[in-house]
């Protein structure tokens, strides 16, 4: 029996193209951090003429020659996603056309990650008209491999890779931990759990641990650690009658060795929070959100955090201070541009990338730049 893939509803193709709006709104939402100038210029507008690539579902990944690589839902030569990359000169290649069944198709949601001594990409895709994952291999000397199906227990959700300090790849399923060699075997560890459950965010720990962020449909959500083997130590339960508040997103590691992350609600204004977790599990509220953030917290170079606030009918740009200061500091004119993780490529210039909008409102890269 084929299966039929259900696709969520910002990953699905837009009924008709929305043309770019030309311009853009500096807005600002208190603190003092407000800059002196702030541009963003679109890099790529994607088509999908060609068999090209359109819809692009995950954020950049910088790789050692120079590129920067990514994934879209939509596009190539089935019509079942692609994988390409952005040239130093800011062209736009596809590499592999997802061929679904064992070699994948419709990737959205989970970067790339660079492992195997800087020498390779790995990712997941999601659905396959047979119905599970899969993972792969891009060689940055050339080269596509498919490991097949992800995980032992065969599931549609994947959450990406994590390169673990052994070497190796971990990753999820939402009934399987798995691990994966640089070559693709790979070991599955079932959970103890008794139901499904979702992950929402992982990071690489201490000591050959990862840190995650989970729950179970009725459930609290939590922050655990979980080593290579599988075992599960809890940190701390996430809860609207707690400081940091319930719903927690985007968990990233730090260059301070913290990690940083944000919740949806909770919180004075009902938005939930900026906080921080150590791989203690001593979680700290650091600020009260005064909008709601959805996207991944990107750290900058000089320690400044950025992600996105996301209003109905109008989506932005957010800073947040190592003192706590807030401050939006760029608003998007075009309603249908639905940005997702920046990755800073020169200081204060960041590459991102829009799942929808453009000039064929079928995605876009675009670049910020932020006058110090």
Known sequence: M??????????RRPARAVALAAGVLLASCGGSDRPEAVDVRIVHSFDGHDAGPYLPASGLTPAPDGHFYGLTTWGGTLDRGTLYRLT???KVERLHSFQDGADGALPYGSEMVLADGGRSLYGTTNYTMEGPSTSFRWSLGGGFTSFGYLGTVRQDYSDGLVAGSDGNLYGATDREWMRITPEGVQTGFLYPLPHFWFMD???AGDGGTFALVWHQSGAPHALEFLSHEGEVT???SFGEDTPVG??????ERARDGTMRGYTGRGGAHGHGTFFQATTAGVVTKLIDLPKPLCGMLTEASDGRWYTFVCEEGAHAVARITPDGSFTVIYTFS???FFPEALVEHQPNRFYGVSLHGGAM???S???LVIAP
């Not at 084929?2 to 990953?11: G, L």
């Open 361 to 363: 409102g079928l995605g």
């Open 201 to 203: 965010s992982m990071v």
């Open 365 to 367: 890269i675009f670049e």
């Open 246 to 251: 319930d719903h927690p997103m985007g968990l």
């Open 88 to 90: 130093p000169d800011e």
């Open 334 to 336: 075009d309603p249908e």
């Open 2 to 11: 084929q299966h039929t893939p259900t696709i969520p509803p910002w990953a």
């Open 234 to 236: 809890s940190l701390f």
